[in-house]
Nanobody, 125 residues
Framework: QVQLVESGGGSVQPGGSLRLFCAASGFSLDDYAIGWFRQAPGKEREGVSCISGSDGSTYYEDSVKGRFTISADNAKNTVYLQMNSLKPEDTAVYYC??????????????????WGQGTQVTVSS
């Protein structure tokens, strides 16, 4: 059974950092792409970053480039999202999602068919 569980969310002041974790079970990251998505109140879910388990290629949405870093430990079946220099506009529920994929990961929400329950990230002074 495919399962994704996020953790690491919380509240932080602007300029602070958080590290999100996506623990995967029921499949091998070698055969999957994992994406991080976020949804703020009243807004559509949007792609933040993704990583290909097969070749390690990554994607970042423009607003997070240089601030967020996605990485994966295939041996631990875990994907991380390091978020630095956080801004109030980063406030959202963050989800990790997966799909069977080889090659460069797709950044679009509609491609992904396995989802975690989400973790809240709040950036506020």
């Amino acid at each position: 059974q495919v399962q994704l569980v996020e953790s690491g969310g919380g509240s932080v002041q602007p300029g602070g950092s958080l590290r999100l974790f996506c623990a995967a079970s029921g499949f091998s990251l070698d055969d999957y792409a994992i994406g991080w998505f976020r949804q703020a109140p009243g807004k559509e879910r949007e792609g933040v970053s993704c990583i290909s388990g097969s070749d390690g290629s990554t994607y970042y949405e423009d607003s997070v480039k240089g601030r967020f870093t996605i990485s994966a430990d295939n041996a631990k079946n875990t994907v991380y999202l390091q978020m630095n220099s956080l801004k109030p506009e980063d406030t959202a529920v963050y989800y990790c999602a997966g799909l069977t994929w080889y090659g460069r990961c797709p950044p679009e929400v509609t491609w992904y068919n396995y989802w975690g329950q989400g973790t809240q990230v709040t950036v506020s002074s």
